[in-house]
């Protein structure tokens, strides 16, 4: 036996499985550690150039695993998870048909196909009895992940990152966007919870529980309310679906007043939690917090060390049970008095939650806890309105994938910038109809099925909790924008349908491989083309911003041809050419981008500017049709007037 393999067996004991099954094992877990740690580090894989890189990386390793996996086969779980997100995908491809233009039907297409690699990646090296570990390889992501976040806030004089004019004090380092890494972080914080309160290894419970006061740490910086309640909801889930809650209940209880202490030392330092407070009086708060929190982490490991030993030396009779089950019931009747004395009845409740949903959030100049006091919505129901707008104008087939964007720019009240509805189901139901939205709850839905069906497996306890976060979360915000986020998500439903996989199944026949080997092939293909046309696109944009209107040219050449559906190379050809002062053939790429995108506004408002009337009347008409307010904003009184952009329009 080598050195590496038996480390791996010794990984494996520590997380409960035993000799030499630890082996097969670890692919799984590492593609899991590997896709959320790489997209979570790169933006949160937001951006097109992520997506090539990622898919093609995904789909390959898939490959590989069925050329030289022994004995690989699929359950009819995931065979039916894999086919409701191959029926979303090829659903979303199929709106280009309806959609007024084909380039965002492709890009979420691309985007999909991160997810459907992903989780065939999962699924393909997955063994029976693996759950535990594809979870413990998210978890460890998620960790180091919420551990960096952290880091850059406790000490921005080692990082130099600190803050910027959009976060106003919230913490979004490496993802980008304060209320992904929010969520993100929370479901990290459901999986070591579940960790240390159903893990069947002392060590594993004992790090899980260590690993608890920074990542809420990390959460309470993002200030995201949202994924706060949804973490909330996760833990409560999980505890719903256990079949020893109130031992997992007791765990929470001992482990809690770190998480708490942790929080509350967090809470009390200004200067971390305010946008400008300077790099000099964050670092100065930072470094006493930081200890603090690595105390609360020691000592919630400890406690949890302590909850073992009395668990293997005492034993509870029933009149202890009893009496524990009386004082939950005490402690919930009092919370439920204490809510009505300080809030009044449930009727009033409600009103007053209504009308604070509605209300502004606080200012983005102030100490950002201040949020945590609010229940605003920040504008998320005039999107939501918007979003049941285009449902009816749209509602069989929805308006094509990946066009809300666009039905906003046009429709909206006030300017205000949104490119997704910030929620996913009121999204889909819009872009692609009835059967979107029912193929999105089917992806999200039928893990849960099973787990309820399969919830004396620990393991899917814990990832049930997982997905129920990521489900409510997700309707309301952009989380489907974020295949970090998304993926971390995959990773639990994942580990659910191959905990339930059964016992005995066929690995495929060699025929049944090569079809799959070259399925997974040809998506890598697909993704990879896809990569090299949004590579391109960025560099373009990247080249002009710099004045390398040269470079930026030859990019957006490449761009239009690994890209043709989109004209977007040809709207960056345009920029690099009129750099140069060839105005003329940047009129004629915008002539053919809007030919290629006819409801793309920025294609027509920038035609505007490269040409004469009657021509350029034409182009800002368009563009006025397509973004009025956008367009409004960027023109003179004269031309305001002559196209009727007066008022408040």
């Excluded at 992904?180 to 529980?209: D, E, K, N, Q």
């Excluded at 939950?328 to 919370?335: C, E, H, N, R, S």
């Excluded at 009337?613 to 009025?628: S, T, W």
């Amino acid at each position: 036996m080598t050195a590496a393999s038996s480390a791996v067996e010794r990984l494996g004991a520590l997380a409960g499985i035993r000799g030499r099954a630890a082996l097969d094992h670890v692919p799984a877990a590492l593609v899991a550690f590997a896709a959320v740690l790489l997209l979570a580090s790169d933006d949160g894989g937001y951006f097109p150039p992520a997506w090539g890189w990622s898919a093609v990386v995904l789909a390959w390793t898939t490959a590989i695993a069925l050329v030289v996996g022994r004995n690989v086969a699929l359950g009819r779980h995931d065979f039916a998870l894999l086919g409701i997100l191959a029926a979303l995908m090829g659903w979303t491809a199929l709106s280009g048909i309806w959609a007024s233009a084909v380039k965002a039907p492709v890009l979420e297409v691309e985007r999909t196909l991160v997810y459907l690699a992903l989780l065939a990646g999962l699924l393909v090296t997955a063994r029976r009895g693996g759950a535990r570990l594809i979870l413990a390889g998210g978890a460890v992501a998620g960790v180091l992940v919420s551990g960096f976040a952290l880091l850059t806030r406790l000490r921005p004089d080692v990082f130099g990152l600190y803050d910027d004019p959009v976060a106003h004090g919230r913490l979004y380092q490496p993802i980008g966007y304060w209320n992904a890494l929010g969520i993100f972080v929370a479901m990290t914080a459901v999986l070591c919870l579940g960790a240390a309160m159903r893990s069947r290894t002392p060590w594993v419970r004992i790090a899980a529980a260590a690993a608890l006061p920074p990542v809420a740490s990390t959460l309470f910086f993002t200030f995201s309310r949202g994924s706060m309640m949804a973490l909330a909801i996760g833990i409560v889930a999980g505890l719903a679906l256990d079949r020893d809650r109130l031992r997992s209940l007791a765990v929470l209880f001992a482990l809690a007043p770190w998480v708490a202490l942790a929080v509350g030392d967090a809470r009390a330092r200004g200067a971390l939690a305010r946008g400008g407070a300077g790099v000099h009086a964050a670092s100065t708060q930072g470094r006493p917090l930081l200890v603090i929190i690595l105390l609360c982490a020691a000592a919630s490991a400890a406690t949890m060390a302590a909850v073992g030993v009395v668990e293997q030396r005492v034993e509870f009779g029933p009149v202890v049970r009893r009496a524990y089950k009386g004082g939950l019931v005490v402690v919930g009747l009092m919370a439920i008095a204490v809510a009505i004395a300080a809030y009044g009845s449930p009727v009033h409740m409600v009103s007053r939650v209504t009308h604070a949903l509605e209300s502004k959030p606080p200012k983005l100049t102030a100490n950002q806890t201040t949020r945590l006091e609010t229940l605003s919505l920040n504008g998320r129901p005039m999107l939501w309105r918007s979003a049941l707008d285009d449902v009816g104008d749209h509602p069989f087939l929805g308006s094509g994938a990946g066009t809300f964007e666009q039905y906003w720019n046009e429709h909206r009240p006030r300017q205000y910038f949104a490119r997704d509805a910030h929620s996913l189901y009121l999204e889909r139901l819009a872009e692609q109809g009835p059967v979107g939205l029912v193929l999105v709850l089917g992806l999200l839905g039928y893990p849960l099925a099973i787990a309820v069906r399969n919830r004396r497996d620990p393991a899917v306890v814990t990832a049930a909790g997982v997905l129920v976060a990521f489900a409510v979360h997700a309707g309301f915000d952009w989380d489907w924008e974020m295949p970090a986020v998304t993926g971390l998500g995959l990773v639990a439903g994942a580990a659910i349908v191959v905990a339930a996989r059964d016992e005995h199944v066929e690995p495929f026949s060699n025929r049944a491989r090569t079809l799959l080997v070259a399925t997974a092939l040809a998506v890598g293909a697909v993704a990879f083309v896809g990569g090299v046309g949004n590579e391109a696109i960025s560099s373009s944009a990247d080249a002009a911003a710099r004045g390398e209107f040269v470079k930026a040219e030859s990019d957006a050449r490449q761009a239009t041809s690994w890209a043709p559906w989109s004209d977007q190379g040809w709207i960056n050809l345009a920029a690099a050419l009129s750099g140069q002062g060839r105005h003329a053939e940047a009129a004629a790429a915008l002539r053919t981008a809007t030919r290629k995108d006819p409801v793309d506004w920025v294609a027509w408002r920038r035609l505007a500017d490269e040409t004469t009337d009657p021509e350029r009347f034409h182009a800002l008409q368009m563009a006025a049709k397509l973004n009025p307010k956008a367009t409004r904003r960027s023109l003179g009184h004269k031309d305001r007037v002559r196209l009727g952009l007066t008022g408040n329009q």
